[in-house]
């Protein structure tokens, strides 16, 4: 069991630098985090005058009924484990996250996350790949469709696999809110 994780950077592989809306990912944190906010744990993407503007980097959330919350917003203020993030930035530097510590969920005490109905956009709250099949399997009263995540193409796929810090949208197809278990391996 670990719980120290410093120097934890969200990796390169999880994000692009550019401008371009095709150039968005979808990030996530999967480390508990001292403080959960974003313009904390962003604070190498803020400008001179250390403010966290659309100029520097765009992050923003699907919160259901077609609406979005976009940093800067009271809405979007904080990072949560198993949420997903449309992320892009055009600074280059680390993002150094700060006050990091492995989660402390098990085979006994799962992570879990409340679905609502129809699209939800989340992320991997573990810092390992979660196959979305084990997912539905172990969820299989409740009717969680596929994993849809968006790629280098710029456009939405199937998906099986979340790595740490990516994310993706999932439907769940049921009238009430659903709270699921994420397995993984080990």
């Not at 692009?16 to 508990?32: A, D, F, H, L, T």
């Not at 604070?43 to 940093?71: I, P």
């Not at 992570?111 to 979660?130: D, S, V």
């Not at 994310?167 to 769940?172: A, D, I, N, Q, T």
């Amino acid at each position: 069991r670990y719980s120290a994780a410093e120097g934890v950077i969200i990796p390169h592989s999880a994000y692009n630098i550019g401008r371009e809306k095709s150039q968005y990912r979808i990030i996530s944190i999967p480390y508990v985090l001292s403080s959960k906010g974003v313009g904390q744990q962003l604070d190498e993407l803020a400008d001179e005058n250390s403010q966290h503007s659309k100029s520097n980097y765009r992050l923003a959330t699907y919160a259901g009924n077609n609406e979005w919350h976009e940093v800067p917003s009271s809405s979007l203020n904080e990072f949560n484990r198993g949420a997903g993030y449309w992320f892009l930035t055009n600074i280059t530097s680390d993002i150094a996250l700060e006050g990091t510590s492995t989660p402390q969920e098990h085979q006994g005490n799962l992570f879990e996350m409340t679905l609502k109905p129809e699209w939800n956009q989340i992320g991997n709250p573990y810092p390992i790949a979660i196959n979305w099949s084990d997912v539905q399997q172990y969820n299989a009263d409740i009717k969680i469709k596929g994993l849809h995540v968006y790629k280098n193409n710029a456009a939405f796929e199937s998906g099986e696999t979340l790595q740490p810090f990516e994310g993706g949208f999932v439907f769940l197809d049921e009238t009430s809110e659903k709270v699921i278990s994420i397995p993984f391996q080990g």
